[in-house]
């Protein structure tokens, strides 16, 4: 899909640059380029087809579509005439394994000229559909700021997605701490290990983009005006609370584990208590058991307790005196 606007004289309008069969027509984007005032193409949800037409049509080196394409990691590239940004849409969808969701990217190209922007994605980013809606809806102080502040709103809200991606991973930890202080369950570190991962996949996209966008924020491109330093500058701070978030929330995470190991370390050290006392409660009763099933009888160095009339009795009432006695002095010394 690709759409274009141009504000000029204090409208916006916009301009189907599109031939009869769908594709971009490149007579009409030079066109939309070089028209006074300022340009917008939102080359979203396009093809890689779409996406080099648009390219040709503004002076872009297919490089940058080829990045875009190829989804590599956020950047910052100045040239002659424009400035390309490639930054990546973050936001938790349903993955493969059930009832957990998984921090999926997407990303999006910004090519901000003096007066013109083009915005290039293969997929549709729900971010660049808000800026536009806002733009279509006569808010032509979006463009009336020029392309690069156009640019920032774009950033701007891209940004502030990723801060409700890490609300629903802080909510997940909250569960996940409640857990594992009084549960062993298996499904525990499942979970943790899960969060764990979602935090690093949302790392890989935080990290190159905050070093990405301190080269907006310095104001280096000459494609970003002076005015307009400050609101990269809001984007970078806001970039670099996200990214000191995420490594509070790994630590969390990391701690949350640890949690989990000990809880499981001391349930099965309660279990083997119990066993151990059972064993040495049963040894010595094993071997009174033992001694008497031999049943040697019929000399007077053999077992005359055998003919006695207490004789089971008495090895009955020994045994349980054994018993207690043992118990007793584990529970006098804490064992049990």
């Keep these: 899909m690709i759409r274009s606007a141009v504000y000029h004289d204090d409208t916006v309008e916009t301009v189907d640059v599109t031939d009869d069969d769908g594709d971009p027509a490149a007579d009409d984007l030079r066109r939309v380029r070089d028209t006074e005032g300022v340009s917008w193409v939102d080359a979203t949800a396009a093809d890689a087809h779409e996406l080099r037409h648009v390219a040709e049509a503004f002076g872009v080196h297919s490089l940058v579509v080829e990045d875009v394409v190829n989804n590599v990691r956020p950047k910052v590239e100045s040239f002659e005439e424009y400035t390309f940004a490639l930054v990546k849409e973050a936001e938790l969808t349903r993955g493969d394994t059930p009832f957990h969701e998984e921090v999926h990217d997407e990303p999006v190209g910004l090519v901000v000229g003096d007066d013109w922007l083009c915005v290039l994605s293969t997929e549709p980013i729900a971010a660049v559909d808000a800026v536009w809606d806002a733009v279509a809806r006569g808010d032509g102080r979006l463009l009336d700021r020029g ?38 369950d298996i499904g525990t570190l499942e979970r943790i290990n899960n969060v764990r991962r979602d935090l690093l996949s ?25 005015e307009t330093e400050k609101y990269y ?104």
Excluded: C
């Excluded at 569960?175 to 549960?183: A, I, K, R, T, Y």
């Excluded at 949302?202 to 002076?226: C, M, N, Y």
């Design 147 to 184: 392309a690069d502040y156009a640019a920032y709103r774009v950033l701007d809200r891209l940004v502030d997605e990723y801060f409700e991606v890490l609300d629903r991973i802080e909510t997940t930890i909250e569960l996940v701490e409640e857990d594992v202080l009084v549960s062993t």
């Design 233 to 336: 500058r809001d984007v970078y701070d806001h970039l670099v609370e996200i990214v000191d978030l995420t490594e509070t929330y790994r630590d969390l995470t990391s701690g949350a584990r640890d949690i989990y190991l000990n809880t499981v370390s001391q349930s099965t050290n309660e279990v083997m208590k119990t066993l151990t006392v059972v064993a040495t409660v049963f040894l010595p009763l094993t071997f009174v058991v033992g001694v008497y099933g031999m049943n040697f009888e019929g000399g007077p160095t053999n077992m005359p307790e055998l003919r006695w009339a207490y004789g089971y009795p008495a090895v009955m009432v020994g045994m349980l005196a054994v018993a207690v006695v043992m118990l007793a002095y584990f529970r006098r010394v804490d064992y049990i």
């Design 202 to 226: 949302f790392r890989k996209v935080t990290w190159p983009t905050r070093s990405a966008l301190v080269v907006l924020a310095r104001g280096d491109p000459e494609q970003i005006r002076p």
